[in-house]
């Protein structure tokens, strides 16, 4: 999946010193740490690699929240912007990647809350333009409808169980990614993960979609 529009964030309007690592191949084969490393030191290639590698995770995460195209993409750019201004604080205790994933979370989640898209028109919260894949001309109604409505009950969960259920089904986090990510332990991922799937059986069950056992 590639980003919309753009094809660089824009992470900050501070200028940067000219970077430690001298062609696109060391940068592109360097790890994470040593990335952030270097961009606390002010190398602009270090985290213009570190944004390529981890844009469409942060983009897809965000849209898997938001349901927006345009709001995915505005949240993704203050994601990196937050990011690059808090290198200074990032330990290295989480990889880059989770701690990255708990930034897109907390801004994702602060954007509802601001916007109390919980009491959105359906209409709003579940627009169809859904940027990781192209429907097939052969997909059935019976499977549109069917994702329509898992979309429509996980936006409907409480946002702890929602943050878990998206984490874990969407993004394919670890249990202990997961609980870098929520700030939690582990036996709370599972616990938030266990009854975000038994309130999607539910109101999967009310929808007349499948059966609640």
């Known amino acids: 999946m590639n980003m919309p529009g753009r094809s660089v964030l824009r992470y900050d309007g501070a200028p940067m010193h000219k970077g430690q690592l001298d062609s696109p191949k060391q940068i592109r084969s360097a ?22 590698r981890y844009r469409n995770e942060v983009f897809a995460l965000s849209y898997h929240f938001v349901r927006q195209r345009d709001t995915a ?4 750019q203050e994601v990196f912007i937050k990011a690059y201004r808090s ?4 330990r290295g205790e989480a990889g880059f990647k989770t701690w990255l994933m708990r930034i897109t979370a907390n801004q994702c989640k602060d954007h509802l809350k601001k916007r109390r898209l919980q009491t959105a028109s ?12 192209i429907e097939r001309p052969d997909q059935s109604m019976e499977a549109r409808e069917l994702g329509a ?5 996980v936006a409907g969960l409480p946002a702890k169980h929602q943050e878990a259920f998206v984490l874990r089904e969407y993004e394919g986090l670890s249990y202990d990614e997961m609980a870098r990510v929520m700030q939690c332990s582990p036996g709370t991922v599972m616990s938030r993960l266990h009854h975000a799937r038994k309130k999607l059986q539910h ?10 056992t």
């Open 87 to 90: 290198l200074a604080w990032f």
């Open 31 to 52: 790890d994470d740490s040593e990335l952030v490393e270097l961009a606390k030191s002010g190398d602009a290639p270090a985290f213009e690699e570190l944004v390529r």
């Open 122 to 133: 359906l209409d709003e919260r579940f627009h169809t333009d859904a940027p990781s894949s």
């Open 73 to 76: 993409w505005d949240i993704s």
């Open 149 to 153: 409505a898992i979309e429509q009950a």
């Open 203 to 212: 109101a999967l069950a009310c929808m007349g979609v499948m059966e609640d």
